[in-house]
Each structure stands twice: as C-alpha cells, then as structure tokens.
C-alpha cells in the first residue's frame, strides 16, 4: 500500500464507518483514496484504477459476501492486476 498511487477501499453497510476511517488517515498520509460503499458510480471510479493501485475489502460475515463480489470484479475489471 505504500507505493500504490491509489487505493480503493470496499465496504458496506455497518462497515462503512470503518472504511471512512481508514479512508480519512490515508489522505493524511497523501494518498489518493476512492470509497466504494454500493453507490451507483463505482463502475465509473472503477476505471481511475490501475495496475499500480490497490483494493481493500472490509467486511463482516453477513455483508462479506457483497464485498468479495465487489472486489472480484475489480479484480475482472483489471484483467487480475491488482495486488
């Protein structure tokens, strides 16, 4: 995480609040971070993202589902150059 030019962060639901914590101290530490919470426009924010980025999943046992899905296809998305 690093050395990611940017960093994506997946979360639903009751995780969200964790998401958007994380999301605050890594733009303190300069880094350019997307939210993915379920909004419609994550397809277009989806496509800001590269092979040097990074995705991470938050999630809890009844809201993980949605989020691992989420990141499979980001991961698609990139042709499986995420890390």
Partial sequence: MISAS???IVCA???VSLGQFFQFY???LGKDVVL???D???IDLLQRFGPGDVMVGIG???Y???TVEHLRYAKKEERGSWR
Avoid: D, Q
Wanted: aromatic fraction near 14%; avoid cysteine; hydrophobic fraction near 40%.
């Fill in 6 to 8: 940017r960093i994506g």
């Fill in 13 to 15: 639901r009751s995780t």
């Fill in 26 to 28: 890594l733009h303190l």
């Fill in 36 to 38: 993915f919470t379920g």
């Fill in 40 to 42: 419609p426009r994550m």
């Fill in 60 to 62: 809890f046992s009844r």
């Fill in 64 to 66: 993980a589902h949605w």
